[in-house]
């Protein structure tokens, strides 16, 4: 199975609804970021990994991903020790735009999707599930949501 590796502080950095958010409120950036790919890949059958740097900053649960603290380390280390230990990295998609990471997993055979690249699936997925919704609501159903008469 496809297991795909996310440097997380990275796409926080490329993501519009990430980006701003993390200079005032890192763990909300993090919250985002998994809820995000969590409806990302909800109906995919992959194996996520999401590696974020430094220690855990509050509880972050996911129902589609792994999601592993650096702690002492970057998280660009601990994504070059899962990619040395995997039995197969040409399974591997690395999520990244980190030059010297990215070619570290193109040696290995890694698949590498810059994180430019992945951000703008995400967030042309993200419109089309908001303009779903709101046409999936009827006009009743909107009036009587914001109590017009």
Not at 103 to 124: D, G, N, R, W
Request: charge should be positive; include cysteine.
């Amino acid at each position: 199975m496809k297991q795909i590796l996310i440097d997380g502080n990275n796409l926080i950095g490329k993501l519009k609804s990430t980006k701003s958010l993390q200079k005032k409120d890192k763990q909300g950036s993090r919250e985002k970021l998994v809820f995000v790919l969590d409806r990302h890949f909800a109906d995919k059958k992959q194996n996520v990994t999401l590696h974020l740097d430094g220690f855990p900053g509050g509880t972050l649960s996911s129902s589609k991903m792994k999601i592993v603290y650096s702690n002492n380390k970057t998280a660009d280390d601990k994504i070059r020790d899962q990619i040395s230990r995997s039995k197969n990295p040409k399974l591997m998609t690395l999520v990244s735009s980190d030059f010297a990471l990215a070619q570290f997993a193109k040696k290995c055979s890694c698949e590498i999707i810059k994180s430019e690249v992945f951000t703008k699936k995400l967030e042309s997925a993200n419109s089309k599930s908001e303009e779903e919704i709101t046409r999936s609501i009827s006009n009743e159903e909107m009036l009587r949501l914001f109590e017009v008469s």
